[in-house]
């Protein structure tokens, strides 16, 4: 193994229950209809993605790039009174980064991340977003005058996880994944990497996608499981 790649939003923070309020509350207030699948179906959809199904399939009377630009500056808001971080998440990542190159791969917007990382002060060799895949690589992806990218592929796509090991340098299949959720674990795997799943409790992945991984049941088990001696 020469990397370790992590996702942010159900690994590092508690933040899926903030983006499931949030999301509920903007679509309520904006003529849509929430359904009772609508939170699993977004989860690892990148920006532009989950601005649209929240538009077609829920409803909601705004435009994808004006939905996406109110409930990221709400989560905004959210982070920047304190980002909801997991007991130990940051601890763990310190302490695997002393030993391999760290990323982190998610689907949360940039904006996000870097807040996240703000706080955190975390040694990351790189930090991408889903919504960064196509416009990182120039190659596709439009992004919006206040920053929400219009294109750009979320998981279950492996993309973000690609672009992740490429931008460290290493060989995917080198690089070992920590995800918790359904999507996030099959973009993982899809990618080729040896997969590290902690269930998110309060939206556990599909328990066939978890056979395909290794299961533990927190971050903090982690270092022990890469082989790290823990202090």
């Given amino acids: 193994m020469d990397a370790v790649i992590f996702d942010l939003d159900g690994v590092l923070v508690d933040s899926e229950r903030i983006w499931d309020e949030v999301r509920r509350a903007v679509v309520a207030e904006h003529g849509g209809t929430w359904r009772e699948e609508a939170t699993r179906a977004q989860q690892g959809m990148s920006t532009p993605e989950w601005a649209r199904y929240l538009v077609e399939e829920l409803g909601a009377r705004l435009s994808p790039p004006e939905i996406a630009t109110l409930v990221v500056k709400r989560m905004a808001a959210r982070y920047a009174q304190e980002p909801p971080l997991i007991d130990g998440a940051v601890d763990v990542v310190r302490q695997v980064s002393k030993r391999w190159p760290v990323a982190i791969a998610s689907s949360s917007p940039v904006i996000l991340i870097k807040g996240f990382l703000d706080v955190t002060g975390l040694p990351v060799g790189a930090a ?80 066939e996608v978890l056979k395909r991984t290794r299961v533990l049941n927190k971050i903090t088990d982690l270092p022990a499981a890469l082989g790290l001696v823990s202090g």
């Fill in 128 to 207: 991408v977003s889903s919504e960064q895949v196509g416009a990182g690589n120039t190659k596709t992806g439009k992004v919006h005058t206040n920053g929400v990218t219009l294109e750009g592929k979320g998981k279950p796509a492996p993309d973000v996880y690609l672009y992740a090991a490429e931008l460290l340098g290493v060989a995917p299949e080198d690089c070992a994944a920590v995800e918790d959720s359904t999507n996030g674990l099959k973009s993982a795997l899809a990618a080729g990497m040896t997969v590290y799943a902690i269930p998110n409790p309060h939206f556990p992945p599909d328990p």
